[in-house]
Nanobody, 116 residues
Framework: QVQLVESGGGLVQAGGSLRLSCAAS????????MGWYRQAPGKQRELVAT???????NYADSVKGRFTISRDSAKNTMYLQMNSLKPEDTAVYYC??????????WGQGTQVTVSS
C-alpha cells in the first residue's frame, strides 16, 4: 500500500507559477511509474506528466516546455513545477503511482485555479 498526499495547489494569475508536491507514505524508490493527472469541471481526467523510475519523463503536449516533473527518493516525494500557467490549466491535480506488481494508487487531489 502507498498513501499519496498532494499539496501546493492554489489560486494564481495567468503567467504565474506553482509547485505541486506528492508525498508518499513509504519509499518511492521501487515504484516504477509516478505521474500527475488533472481533471477540469465537466471533463475527463487526463494525463499531465509521468516519470518512469528516475530516468524518463513524458508530458502532455499542452504542458510541454512549461511543466517539469521530478521525484526525490530521499524525501519520498514527487513534484510538478508549473510555469507560465494558463487559465486552461485550472483543474484538480492528482498524484498517481503504479508499482511493479500492477497496483495503482491515487492521491486525494489538489485544486489549481489560474485566473485570467
Amino acid at each position: 500500500q502507498v498513501q499519496l498526499v498532494e499539496s501546493g495547489g492554489g489560486l494564481v494569475q495567468a503567467g504565474g507559477s506553482l509547485r505541486l508536491s506528492c508525498a508518499a507514505s513509504r519509499s518511492i524508490f521501487s515504484i516504477n511509474v509516478m505521474g500527475w493527472y488533472r481533471q477540469a469541471p465537466g471533463k475527463q481526467r487526463e494525463l499531465v506528466a509521468t516519470v518512469i523510475s528516475f530516468l524518463s519523463a513524458n508530458y502532455a503536449d499542452s504542458v510541454k516546455g512549461r511543466f517539469t516533473i521530478s521525484r526525490d527518493s530521499a524525501k519520498n516525494t514527487m513534484y510538478l513545477q508549473m510555469n507560465s500557467l494558463k487559465p486552461e490549466d485550472t483543474a484538480v491535480y492528482y498524484c498517481n503511482a503504479k508499482t511493479s506488481n500492477g497496483q495503482v494508487f491515487w492521491g486525494q487531489g489538489t485544486q489549481v485555479t489560474v485566473s485570467s
